[in-house]
C-alpha cells in the first residue's frame, strides 16, 4: 500500500512538474532565429511609414522589448529611459523597438506626450507577441530580446522591471559587440 501511494505522489509530481515547465516560458532561446514581424507602428522620425518588417533590420542589432500598455506607471518608465539612451544605442547600430496591444493612436500620443524617440508598433491581436512568448491576453507581458545583425536571438529578459532596464541592455550590447 505504501508503495503505491509512494508511486501516486510521484506521478503526481511529475504531472504538476512537466505543466508548469511548460507554461514558463514560450520565448525563444538564445542562439535560435528571431521570429519575423511586419506591424503597423509609429516613429515620429518617419512621420509617413507606416508598416514595419524585421527584415528591414537586417544588418543591424535590434533591442525588440514587448510591453503591457502606453501611459502607465512601468510602461513610461521603461519607454523614457530607452529615449534617454537611444542615442548611446545607436553608436552601436542599435535600433529600439518596443511592441504592445495599444493602437497607431494611442502609441503617437504616447511618443509625442512622453517624447519617445523610437517605433513603436502596434500587435492587437498579440499575433507577434506571441512568437516571442510574450502574450498575456489582452496585453503583452514585458519582455525584451536583443537581436544580432544576422537576425539571432543574442540575449533576452523575461519578466523586466522597468527601472534601469535600458541601462542593463545597453550594457550586454557593449559587451556582445
Given at each position: 500500500m505504501n508503495s503505491l501511494?509512494?508511486?501516486f505522489v510521484v506521478f503526481i509530481s511529475l504531472f504538476f512538474n512537466l505543466n508548469s515547465v511548460i507554461a514558463f516560458d514560450y520565448a525563444p532561446e538564445i542562439g535560435d532565429l528571431a521570429p519575423s514581424?511586419?506591424?503597423?507602428?509609429?516613429?515620429?522620425?518617419y512621420k509617413s511609414k507606416k508598416i514595419w518588417d524585421s527584415d528591414e533590420l537586417k544588418g543591424k542589432w535590434v533591442v525588440l522589448y514587448f510591453y503591457p500598455k502606453d501611459f502607465t506607471a512601468g510602461c513610461?518608465?521603461?519607454?523614457?529611459?530607452?529615449?534617454?539612451?537611444?542615442?548611446?544605442?545607436?553608436?552601436?547600430?542599435a535600433e529600439i523597438i518596443g511592441i504592445s496591444a495599444d493602437n497607431q493612436d494611442s502609441h503617437e500620443s504616447f511618443c509625442s506626450e512622453k517624447s519617445i524617440n523610437y517605433t513603436l508598433l502596434s500587435d492587437p491581436n498579440g499575433t507577434i507577441s506571441k512568437k516571442y512568448g510574450s502574450w498575456i491576453p489582452p496585453f503583452s507581458d514585458r519582455n525584451t530580446f536583443l537581436i544580432s545583425p544576422e537576425g539571432e536571438i543574442?540575449?533576452?529578459?523575461i519578466s523586466v522591471l522597468p527601472i534601469n532596464h535600458a541601462k542593463e541592455v545597453l550594457n550586454v550590447l557593449k559587451k556582445n559587440i
Open positions: 501511494f509512494g508511486l514581424f511586419n506591424l503597423e507602428g509609429i516613429n515620429q522620425s513610461t518608465l521603461e519607454a523614457k529611459g530607452f529615449s534617454l539612451l537611444k542615442n548611446d544605442f545607436s553608436k552601436y547600430n543574442k540575449y533576452r529578459w
